[in-house]
Antibody
Framework: QVQLVQSGPEVKKPGASVKVSCKAS????????INWVRQAPGQGLEWMGW????????AYSQSFQGRVTMTRDTPKMTAYMELNSLRSEDTAVYFC??????????????????WGEGTTVTVSS | AIRMTQSPSSLSASTGDRVTITCRAS??????LVWYQQKPGKAPKVLIY???TLQSGVPSRFTGGGSGTDFTLTISFLQSEDFATYYC?????????FGQGTKLEIK
């Protein structure tokens, strides 16, 4: 079945970097964007950006511009999200999600239909 | 960035009730809107995309509507499994912002 499996929890010190992986299975990895969304404890969802696994193209939220890098290893069917210069406010669960994209002259839709289980990143001194 | 504002932030209802959640965009986003449901400790689940298209496998008691800046998610005949937090998200422009969420609780 289609699934995304993420790497395990991380504990980092302020100023450090974290790299979270998201391994896809059950579908053609290069056919769908991978989005990253995070959720701080008790808070709502925050969209971070997307990666096109076929081209390697990315789009990042301005909130993370300069600190986030999304990459992929196509043979391994794995996407990665690296966040640098971590601060306590980056403590959150980080989700990867597959996006469905459709564009015609009449309509355009883009939504996340398969999600990873989430990776908890804790930033603490 | 486009701001998405949901109302109410929380809502109490009983099984069998009909409830409506509203999502307002700070600018015209046509029908570029998605609704997600999230339960505690779980990843979100897509319910509706393109403002009103029901995702495959989602019960028909979920209905989405609206265009431009004002959108609704209606759940008719609430079931116990519907008590969760609901988020809208726009994909009109980067960043693809979410609303702050609406927590639906059992009365």
């Amino acid at each position: 079945q289609v699934q995304l499996v993420q790497s395990g929890p991380e504990v980092k010190k302020p100023g450090a970097s974290v790299k979270v992986s998201c391994k896809a299975s059950g579908y053609s990895f290069t056919s769908n964007d991978i989005n990253w969304v995070r959720q701080a404890p008790g808070q709502g969802l925050e969209w971070m950006g997307w990666l096109n696994p076929l081209s390697g193209n990315t789009a990042y939220s301005q909130s993370f511009q300069g600190r986030v890098t999304m990459t992929r290893d196509t043979p391994k069917m794995t996407a990665y999200m690296e966040l640098n210069s971590l601060r306590s406010e980056d403590t959150a669960v980080y989700f990867c999600a597959r996006a469905v994209r459709f564009h015609s002259s009449k309509e355009f839709y883009y939504y996340m239909d398969v999600w990873g289980e989430g990776t908890t990143v804790t930033v603490s001194s | 960035a486009i701001r998405m504002t949901q109302s109410p932030s929380s809502l109490s209802a009983s099984t069998g009730d009909r409830v409506t959640i509203t999502c307002r965009a700070s600018q015209d986003i046509a029908t570029y809107l998605v609704w997600y449901q999230q339960k505690p400790g779980k990843a979100p689940k897509v319910l509706i995309y393109a403002a009103s298209t029901l995702q495959s496998g989602v019960p028909s008691r979920f209905t989405g509507g609206g265009s431009g800046t004002d959108f609704t998610l209606t759940i008719s005949f609430l079931q116990s499994e519907d008590f969760a937090t609901y988020y809208c998200q726009q994909y009109y422009s980067n960043p693809y912002t979410f609303g702050q969420g609406t927590k639906l609780e059992i009365k």
